[in-house]
């Protein structure tokens, strides 16, 4: 009996194993190949700024990472793991090599598929027909020396810049800038190509060693339009250097080179094309704050609460007419009756601040980001200038006898040759001295740059570029003021002062000065009528122990100082602007 039951179970534990088999099972399947390269497997002729793309799916439906393998060798190393988009711009790429890369899909489950490897090749190092450069080729900014809007843009820029009048009043700023306006308001063809070039050009950036041959239609072009600009002059010279000869276009180079300097320099004109432009959006907001400061008498009426202004208005109007009024108890009361109502403005009558007296959004400075983005684009095309020149040409600022770059070769059209200097580096490595600076001054600093001992604009260049745009920049001094014979009180100060910008906070925008630490308590005027300040004012024989404690009673009574270390601190927006000084007595 129990084997008949044995039997039985047995027959039915395979029963179910069996139906638990046929039923069907969720299967994970392998991503699709990798396929439909952009570039194309084996093309040729490629841009150095190419994007990689490629296409992949899941039958599954599920979401694909990929890893990717680029390089020089036939079989590429993995340069990128778990990508999430199906494309890639890789970097550093040089010309004339040949490239070779794949792509592995991975699903979610595990399972993998992997590409053939593709390759394809750069474009060679020559230039020989400007009409074949498209607005994303890396090379496209050499078209700015032969094309019409934007030759014909300069040609406007210059002469109304050459033009301009003295800047004297709000009209003068609102008259600049409409004439901005009109002039690019009829060259939308050359603030598009402009904005290309600076775009395509920034994958060069980093090649100091960039050399590419200009040769036939191209070549050309660009020697009759240089021709044409170098017009014949009389010899310049400038702090005893030579900075320009007799116009001589006798001689065509035989070898004319498109290098880093080139690069930079075009880049340089271009951006400053294009900052001229997108300064009218910058400017805008100024303009309207021009505009209605011309519908107030009093400037001042602009920036106060309106209820401020009325009372610090009646307080000044009352005592401007005294000598000395401050040598008056009435003086005192008054004040210190303002002060505690200024204080009752923004609901805290602690201290008075600025949200006390100014309106919302007079103090914010918008376009810091602008201003910013600007001035790490011009500095760094400068230093990288300068670096060139320091690593790549003689000491005079030329490259390479046997060929000529573009601004080797306009230099040659001016008259000068290889025994002239036509750098920037021997200016920016002058040394400068500051001549006169009052024995007073026992420290003034540029970042970690010394004005005091011999230093260079290199040197100011380098503080800039290492600050920009992210950074921190300080410029510190340190004074000292002794006491004369005509001062009743023999006091000698040392100040120490710095102010520290701070760019990654400038960028975010606007700067608003209104939002800071300067504050003084509302009682500060009392304290000071409890002692009769007025009586110590009008004394001449004022003694070192008064002096010391009305000063007492205004550090004590300022929210923005620290008597723990003797420091006056101002914070501006977030630390975007901080001030700190310190003063030491002896």
């Not at 084996?42 to 890893?67: H, I, Q, Y």
């Not at 040409?393 to 008259?415: A, P, V």
Request: one cysteine or more; proline letters at 5%.
């Amino acid at each position: 009996m129990k084997k008949k039951y044995f039997w039985f179970s047995l027959l039915i534990l395979l029963f179910m194993f069996a139906v638990v088999a046929c039923v069907p099972k969720e299967t994970n399947n392998p991503p699709t190949k990798p396929s439909n390269p952009h570039p194309e497997d084996g093309e040729t002729g490629v841009p150095l700024n190419v994007t990689l793309s490629w296409s992949a799916s899941d039958p599954d439906g599920d979401s694909l990472k990929f890893d990717l393998y680029f390089g020089e060798e036939s079989s590429p190393s993995r340069i990128e793991s778990n990508l999430t988009t199906k494309s890639y711009e890789p970097l550093e790429l040089d010309y004339n090599t040949k490239y070779y890369w794949k792509v592995v899909a991975k699903d979610p489950g595990g399972k993998t598929a992997t590409s053939n490897i593709w390759s394809f090749t750069t474009k060679t190092a020559s230039l020989t027909n400007l009409d074949d450069l498209e607005s994303d080729d890396e090379l496209y900014i050499v078209t700015s020396i032969t094309d019409e809007n934007i030759n014909e843009l300069t040609s406007d820029v210059i002469d109304y810049i050459a033009n301009i009048p003295p800047l004297e009043t709000p009209e003068d700023y609102v008259e600049l800038y409409e004439g901005i306006q009109n002039i690019y308001s009829g060259n939308e063809d050359a603030i598009e190509k402009l904005r290309d070039m600076i775009d395509s050009s920034e994958v060069l950036t980093e090649k100091q060693d960039l050399a590419i041959e200009i040769t036939g239609e191209a070549k050309e072009a660009i020697i009759e339009v240089l021709n044409q600009l170098a017009s014949p002059v009389e010899p310049v010279n400038f702090n005893n250097k030579k900075m320009m000869g007799t116009y001589n276009n006798e001689t065509e180079p035989e070898v004319l080179i498109f290098d880093y300097r080139d690069l930079m320099y075009l880049r340089l004109i271009t951006g400053s094309l294009l900052t001229i432009y997108e300064s009218i959006d910058f400017m805008e907001p100024y303009i309207d704050i021009f505009e209605e400061l011309s519908d107030y008498d009093d400037i001042f009426e602009y920036f106060l609460i309106p209820t401020s202004y009325d009372k610090i208005n009646t307080f000044v109007s009352t005592y401007q007419e005294y000598d000395n009024p401050w040598k008056q108890e009435d003086f005192w009361q008054d004040l210190d009756e303002l002060i505690i109502e200024l204080s009752e403005e923004d609901g805290d009558d602690e201290y008075v601040s600025f949200s006390d007296l100014f309106k919302n959004n007079v103090l914010q400075l918008p376009g810091t980001d602008f201003v910013i983005e600007k001035l790490d684009f011009f500095v760094s095309t400068f230093k990288n200038i300068y670096d060139f020149e320091k690593e790549m040409t003689d000491e005079n600022g030329w490259t390479d006898d046997d060929q000529l770059s573009l601004y080797e070769f306009i230099m040659t059209l001016n008259g000068l040759s290889t025994s002239d200097d036509i750098s920037i580096k021997t200016a920016l490595d002058e040394p400068v001295d500051i001549q006169d600076i009052p024995q007073e001054i026992l420290e003034l600093k540029f970042g970690s740059t010394s004005l005091l001992e011999s230093f260079t604009l290199e040197d100011l260049l380098t503080e800039l570029y290492n600050s920009l745009p992210n950074g921190q920049l300080s410029i510190t001094a340190k004074i000292n003021i002794p006491a004369t014979e005509e001062d009743s009180i023999d006091i000698d100060l040392t100040v120490e002062t710095s102010l520290t910008l701070d760019f990654d906070e400038l960028m975010n925008v606007p700067l608003d000065l209104r939002v800071n630490n300067i504050k003084v308590q509302s009682d500060l005027i009392d304290e000071l009528i409890e002692i009769e300040i007025w009586e110590k004012l009008s004394s001449n024989n004022m003694t070192q122990e008064e002096a010391e404690e009305i000063y007492n009673i205004v550090l004590n009574n300022l929210g923005f100082y620290d008597p723990d270390t003797g420091t006056f601190t101002v914070n501006i927006d977030s630390g975007s602007i901080i001030t700190e000084i310190k003063i030491e007595i002896q």
